[in-house]
């Protein structure tokens, strides 16, 4: 250390900042009497250089800062809280313990990277994590700009970045399958799809040894830290270039037109409950960072052991900064929050009516342009659907998944919430002070059956995670339409691929912003498990070469989103429910015109859109019963100037199921329509258009 020039530095930002011929050090600590930050020669160095630090040059408020000169971009480090001030109930303070750098921006774990060393009092230096110093400062982003795409025009697809890529029916060399320069590979097929943003499941450093024994993490809800892309993600393993694949990725997907949003866990840590292991925030300050019981031990309203406490001051700015973070340094274009209701929460757990942490992040300038989602409930029972604080958050509809499924199911007493679902869920979001892209409406996502998986299974079938069959989800409101799992029944396999159009057909369709799930295109198939967070293998992979009924549903689901995204290509022609909600009544039908059947036992629907202010009229028609029906159609409102033509039957064999997008539609000169069984209809009917007419001077 005697070749080091060691200063005061400063706090004006934390992390590992690299600037005048060194780094500067700066972390929080309000309890810390004295601290240390500690210098790694390599990964597997158990013996770092150590730099005290006192509070009388070191300390400025409740943060801890130091200069180290000659120390730049690549330099492994951590700190140690060797002595604290007051020992207070519930804190976890160990002077032996290495910890990470909370606002650090590289993790590496190594081969010695031990999660379990780290529960036992004493040192870890043999089998901790480290951060790196990183220098962002010079990665070229070009002419990289954000697609700031509307929500009416949006189609998200969630995806997980090693999942998409990493089986080897992607026909990727194997050093890409699974990293970010192997999403980068697959854009055309983004691209040809037609989406217009893709989700990505967490990508925050997480702990791939939080699972049971024998497992790993897959999905990645165990961040480690806030700031650090993950990365095993990266076909780069050089500790800057994780940073600059990851913002490789990004910057190729906006040249694209493709925004990316984050699945961001702002929840909790990998750090676990009362017995989880001591690398980090427990470390620092376990009052501060989580929340704590009356007998000061871990809550658990995230289902994973312990539970941010995103009211503290520091704890509410390390969730704003990195979110600034991903959005300035990352140039991502918004985020998705996983058990957003907690940051409702307390420091005692308690829900609040005007949380601050929603309210800042809501009100945030530097987050002005992003799109923020949240799913508005946790594992504690706190279900805020309809009631999150702030006008700008948006919220993944959990109702709208469910009555659409159990519509389409044909459950009883349906027909009414089905409607409901379809122009918007004013139920839930108030048309007079929410507008119609308040609702994320979405069938499948990660957590829970795959498309096909829906209309395969009546029951999970998880035991391949070695809980008994005990873990995910019981209600999924699924049906195997005769026959559990795989069959060789063409009748009843067509029944499934018809039952997956028209789930699809309708979240597209709907009132609000869809998400899709990846591979549900082409009816990628988890096996009836419908938790697969420890399945880092084939069974949760991407397959990129589907059978002949994915195939078939891949043809349907790329001329259908032709549809969606049609305003640029086709301007006079757009059949968006949600468009129609905005420039037109919607009128409702049964079997015959106006009259719709809310009973208890009714099992199908109908309505129009007129004059939807896009030049064309729209009825649609689902029928959810298991007999064919005839339907009268009301009148064409144009007619005889115009007629009722054919878009989409799921009713019919393919290809006739769906109309190309430019192509001559079917022409229905009949005012009666056969629809089949379970299938969803809808017609156009164009405006006719009347040039203005030129007046003489």
Same mark, same amino acid.
């Given at each position: ?43 597997? +160095? ?9 509070? %009388? ?12 000169? /000659? ?6 480090? *951590? ?6 001030? $007051? ?62 795409? *509307? ?20 026909? !990727? ?21 037609? $989406? ?13 040894? +939080? ?16 700031? *650090? ?11 800057? /270039? ?21 699945? $961001? ?36 309203? &995230? ?63 530097? !987050?002005?342009?992003?799109? !923020?989602? *949240? ?87 998880? %035991? ?13 409101? &699924? ?67 589907? /059978?002949?009924?994915?195939? %078939? ?11 969606? &995204? ?19 009544? $919607? ?27 896009? /030049? ?36 019919? !064999? ?24 379970? &299938? ?18």
């Amino acid at each position: 250390m005697t070749s080091r020039k060691i200063s005061a530095g400063h706090c004006r930002q934390l992390g590992a900042t690299p600037e005048a011929h060194g780094t500067n050090f700066a972390i929080w600590g309000r309890l810390a009497k004295s601290m240390e930050l500690l210098l790694f020669s390599s990964e597997k +160095d158990e013996q770092p250089d150590v730099i005290p630090l006192t509070s %009388e040059e070191h300390r400025s408020g409740y943060y801890w800062h130091v200069h180290v000169g /000659g120390v730049g971009a690549g330099q492994l480090y *951590a700190w140690r809280v060797k002595d604290v001030l $007051v020992t207070l109930p519930g804190n976890r303070f160990d002077p032996e313990k290495a910890l990470l750098d909370p606002y650090g921006h590289r993790i590496v774990l190594g081969d010695s990277y031990n999660r379990q060393c780290s529960s036992a009092h004493g040192s870890n230096l043999h089998c901790c994590a480290k951060n790196v110093v990183t220098d962002l400062r010079h990665y070229d982003w070009e002419d990289d700009h954000f697609p700031r795409h *509307a929500l009416s025009r949006s189609v998200i697809y969630e995806m997980h970045v090693g999942g998409f890529t990493k089986d080897p029916s992607s026909g !990727l060399p194997d050093y890409l399958r699974g990293t970010y320069a192997g999403v980068i590979k697959k854009i055309p097929y983004l691209q040809e799809l037609g $989406v217009t943003a893709v989700e990505l499941l967490p990508v925050f450093q997480f702990d791939p040894q +939080d699972a049971r024994p024998g497992k790993q993490n897959y999905w990645g809800y165990s961040p480690m830290g806030f700031f *650090a892309p993950h990365a095993e993600y990266a076909s780069d393993g050089s500790h800057l /270039g994780v940073l600059n694949e990851f913002r490789d990725m990004v910057k190729a997907l906006h040249k694209v037109n493709i925004e990316v949003i984050l699945d $961001v866990v702002y929840n909790h840590t990998a750090e676990g409950g009362d017995d989880g292991p001591v690398f980090c925030f427990r470390g620092l300050d376990n009052d501060a960072f989580y929340t704590l019981d009356e007998q000061f031990h871990s809550t658990n309203y &995230s289902g994973c052991g312990n539970t941010l406490d995103a009211s503290h001051p520091m704890t509410k700015k390390m969730i704003t900064d990195s979110l600034r973070f991903w959005r300035e340094e990352m140039h991502i274009d918004g985020f998705r929050f996983d058990l957003a209701a907690i940051l409702s929460r307390d420091g005692f757990g308690q829900p609040m009516n005007d949380p601050p942490t929603i309210r800042t992040i809501d009100g945030d300038y530097s !987050l002005a342009d992003t799109k !923020l989602f *949240a799913e508005a409930w946790d594992a504690g029972g706190l279900y805020l659907v309809g009631r999150m604080a702030g006008d700008r958050w948006r919220e993944w509809n959990g109702r709208f998944r469910d009555d659409v499924r159990r519509f389409i199911k044909g459950d009883n007493g349906m027909v009414s919430a089905f409607a409901t679902r379809l122009i918007g869920s004013p139920d839930i979001y108030h048309p007079e002070f929410s507008d119609p892209y308040k609702s994320l409406n979405f069938i499948t996502c990660h957590d829970g059956f795959t498309l096909w998986d829906l209309v395969s299974y009546n029951r999970k079938h998880n %035991e391949a995670n070695g809980e008994h069959n005990r873990d995910g989800s019981n209600d999924n409101h &699924s049906w195997n339409h005769g026959t559990e799992g795989p069959s060789d029944d063409p009748a009843l396999n067509a029944l499934r691929l018809r039952q997956a159009k028209n789930l699809f057909l309708i979240n597209l369709m709907s009132v609000g912003t869809p998400m899709i799930l990846m591979g549900d295109e082409i009816l990628r198939t988890q096996s009836g498990n419908n938790n697969v967070y420890c399945q880092d293998n084939p069974l949760s992979w991407m397959n990129w070469k589907p /059978g002949l009924h994915g195939r %078939e549903m891949q043809r349907f689901v790329t001329e259908l989103m032709r549809y969606r &995204s049609v305003l640029k290509e086709e301007p006079r022609f757009f059949f968006s429910l949600e468009q129609a909600l905005v420039s037109a009544n $919607v009128d409702w039908h049964g079997a015959l015109p106006f009259q719709p059947d809310w009973s208890e036992n009714s099992h199908s629907l109908g309505l129009t859109a007129y004059d939807t202010g896009h /030049g064309v009229d729209v009825y649609a028609f689902f029928n959810a019963w298991w007999e064919p029906l005839t339907l009268t159609l009301p009148a064409p409102p144009h007619y005889p100037a115009g007629n009722w033509k054919r878009v989409v039957d799921t009713g019919l !064999l393919p290809p006739e199921d769906i109309t190309p997008l430019g192509c001559e539609y079917a022409v229905i000169h009949a005012s009666e329509y056969r629809v089949a069984p379970r &299938s969803v209809l809808i017609l156009v009917c164009r405006t006719p258009f009347n040039p203005p007419v030129k007046k003489e001077p």
